[in-house]
């Protein structure tokens, strides 16, 4: 397990920093077999700014446009095209928001959480250089997860299926579910999980296809759980878990990483001034993310 802090300048002998040398989790297959993982990505100007201020922009698509402007090139590829960006796992679109995070405003974040024994607000500074990060070994590549639910689907016929075969999410799966986001965001989520069903049980894929979000809402919540859970284990990138002691009674409780400010100077601020603080999408799949 590795932290954030693989992060480092082009030139450290050249002030000021200009482009930023990270690592990712995955990686970007072209499809003949070569994966690039050696990306350099620069600082947020006044243009990546103006984005977070665009309403028009659901979650998803505003990551793609924020790292279309800051990632700078992906080994050989410069510029990078937005449809290889969109099309990266979002393990990776996830660690490259942090390390732009990184670059552009540092290390350290205000964030705050709810302790769930008294209800107190416990406010820290997250230091996000410590952050653990989960990569893929040397020629490794992410491969099917399979999941053997426990009460399974019956289907049309009757018969029981049980084996459910996933694969991880990436940018465009959450750009396709991100209309119905903001009214349905339970059918958002399952819709995310839907496409990366790649085999459920013995079922055709057209019928997959025919019965869509039905089939998950018809799941037991143990099992629709064990989906999402076992994406979360098998998920490289990121670790947005975080354990947090309230100062007030001293109990101890897991949270995901507040990122309500993440590009913002405070929270007020960017509510008041229209600018959305946060650009994660609430959807997003990886390391704590389903949790």
Sequence with gaps: METTAALRPENSLRPPQREFEVLLPVGYDDGGGTVRRRAWIRKMRGHEEALLYDPSLAPARLVTELLSGCLVRLEDLSPVDPRVIAGLYSAD???LLVELRRATLGDHMAASYRCPACAVTVRVVEDLSTLPVRRMGEGERPGPITVELEDGAV?????LHATVVLE?????DEDFVAPMLERDPLKARDALLLRCIRRFGS????ELDAY???LLREL???DRL???AAIDHAAPGVELRRTVTCEECGAHSEHLLDVTDFFGEGQEEAT???RRSSTWPSISTGRGMTS
């Design 93 to 95: 679109r996830n660690y």
């Design 155 to 159: 289907g049309r016929n009757g018969d």
């Design 168 to 172: 991880l999410p990436r940018g465009e």
């Design 203 to 206: 079922l055709p894929g057209a």
């Design 212 to 214: 869509g979000v039905k």
């Design 220 to 222: 037991t919540l143990g």
């Design 226 to 228: 064990r989906l999402r």
């Design 272 to 274: 008041g001034s229209g």
